[in-house]
């Protein structure tokens, strides 16, 4: 058996395996072509696509890694109003969006009540659709008050599951247990819950990726979203690299043996560091894209990192422009609400 039928036939490797296996391009075009037949199995050639508002880029955090941290002092900070973010789901809706993400900083202008207030009015008008907050790290109590709300999804990506690992990417003030617990709270309540990692952050070795591998097994997300990193001119990782683009790739395809019941986004990310990222990552086992539904007044304003694309196209623009690429990558965009497939073949 070679390694990647025993890593689809196990949805496992030992860890020698899996590293020499993130280390080498040799099995490459083996490995995505084994994803995009899993992916198919379950999800057949659908690509379901979720609405991105990223409603504020104030935030009280300083990762370092993260164009929009709180000691970044050249940026213009905006926060949607609720008027402005219905807007935004209504031009969405008409556009065949049924589930909405609410992304942001974590900026205390958004109480729990202002969140719920938020989060109801969403409900109210589409009890249909999903509603996905992005918002960070809370107390268990928030996510209940916004679960109880109306909203019904969660994403959070762990970022690293390694501790050292950890540490160097994040100021002291955060701790990587409290961001593990708010997943497994996220679940408990009954969120469907995405988590995930950027990379080729700075520092990070193939054993870290493996430990996030791993954690990801433990919290058995129902999202995985993954990203290269890429770098921003105003904070203190200025001076590292791009993450690899082949490496995301090939995490992406592992990911989806691993995980086959997973919904794993192409993201933002990829289509930023290659042109064709996007088309490429669904044909390594993603299944997901998350367009922008921001007001493009405000879309460059949202910088995570530098060059991010689509912040000059207005939605409608954005969702035809990914109608074609998906149907050029040989899939179709499907409008339902998409939920996770855990009882697959
Ligand atoms: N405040 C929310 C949303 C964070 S932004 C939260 O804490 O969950 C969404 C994701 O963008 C982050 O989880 C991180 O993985 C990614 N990101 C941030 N900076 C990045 C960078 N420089 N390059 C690539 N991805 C980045």
Redesign the pocket.
Known sequence: MTIIEELRANRDLPDEKLTALLETEEWDSVLFAEADEVRRERYGDAVYIRGLIEFTNY?K?N?Y????RAGNQNVRRYRLTKEEILSCCAEGYALGFRTFVL????DPYFTDDRICEIVSAIRAQYPACAITL????KERESYQRYFDAGANRY???H?TADEAHYRRLHPESMRLQH?KDCLFALKEIGYQVGS???VG?PYQTTANLISDLRFLQQLSPDMI????????AE?P?AHFE??SFPLTLRLVAVLRLMFPYALIPA?T?LGTIHPQGRELGLKAGANVVMPNLSPVSVRKLYA???NKICTGDESAQCRSCLEQRVRQAGYRIVTAVGDVKRNGV
């Open positions: 935030c955090n990762c890694y993260c164009g929009i992304q942001g900083g974590e992005s918002i960070g790290e994403l959070l990506r970022e961001r995930g990692f950027m952050s979203g993954i990203g290269p990193y890429l770098t921003h904070t990782f791009n993450g993201t990310a995570l990192y530098e």
